[in-house]
């Protein structure tokens, strides 16, 4: 019965995706065809799945320059916020000094710096990882500070009185605090780094991706090809997004169920810093 009720809830949540999106999709023809709008202004889902066949190869092509540049600067940026957060926690003058530097710099747009990165590491794919290692970067150290920040300070003196060294606390507790609140910036960070990838390839392409495809699309009022490109790029951000949360599944089985999965139950039979006698 459980069984079946997990597999039940699984359907029930793909299958609500997929009816908004055929809605959506079937709301569209019908506005296309019933306002008789032309194709330069709005192509008809059909003309761009016509597009996209014909023109598969290059938009690959260009999805997988993107989903590159995407996936590198992603983790880039998420391991440098994590660390700054780590480091930030454990020296108060360090995060004095660092956390109002981080404040002042996302008051500065991405789009107004990616030409001065663009002249200082050139047309490369160094630009482009900077780029979207910023978007992820201030959301992570935020929220992984806020979840370090709530750990229960009697948790940590038990541990401690119980012989955990500073390695065992940080991973025991200390880690497991910050996943729910880093997640949560690596999901909405996930969607938003595939802007900062295309915001690069505008400033700094030199080796194509969807940006750079969008941008040559729009330039010959080739409305199809545009929409073929936000599709790829709506497609990368969507898995991207699932990426995130197949990662938190994995990484948090006290959300999904009570009971915890194999590979996680290791550490319950023997707790770090319990000595047995």
């Not at 194709?39 to 016509?50: D, F, G, H, L």
């Amino acid at each position: 019965m459980g069984r079946d009720g997990s597999a039940l809830r699984m359907a029930v949540q793909i299958l609500y995706p997929v009816a908004a999106l055929i809605i959506v999709i079937l709301g569209w023809a019908l506005a296309v065809s019933f306002y008789e709008i032309p194709r330069y202004v709005m192509p008809s889902p059909m003309q761009v799945w016509e597009h996209i066949k014909g023109d598969w190869r290059t938009l690959f092509d260009g999805f997988r320059i993107t989903f590159i540049e995407f996936i590198l600067g992603f983790v880039c940026g998420a391991g440098a916020g994590f660390i700054f957060a780590v480091l930030m926690d454990a020296s108060k003058t360090t995060r004095g000094i660092l956390y109002p530097v981080l404040i002042a710099s996302q008051a500065v747009p991405v789009v107004a710096i990616s030409a001065a990165l663009t002249i200082w590491l050139g047309f490369g794919l160094a630009p482009k990882l900077v780029i979207v290692a910023l978007v992820v970067f201030f959301p992570v150290v935020v929220n992984v500070l806020d979840g370090l920040a709530s750990v229960d300070r009697d948790v940590l003196n038990l541990v401690r009185s119980m012989g955990a060294s500073a390695w065992s606390t940080f991973r025991h507790v200390k880690l497991p605090a910050t996943y729910t609140p880093l997640f949560s910036a690596l999901k909405l960070s996930a969607t938003f780094s595939v802007t900062g990838a295309v915001i690069a390839e505008w400033t700094a392409s030199t080796s194509g991706g969807l940006g750079a495809y969008l941008l040559q699309a729009n330039s010959r009022l080739n409305t199809a090809g545009t929409f073929s490109a936000i599709a790829f790029l709506a497609l990368l951000g969507v898995a991207s997004f699932l990426l995130v949360v197949l990662a938190e599944y994995g990484l948090t089985p006290w959300k999904s169920g009570t009971k915890a999965r194999r590979w996680s139950r290791t550490y319950w039979r023997d707790p770090p810093g319990v000595h047995h006698a």
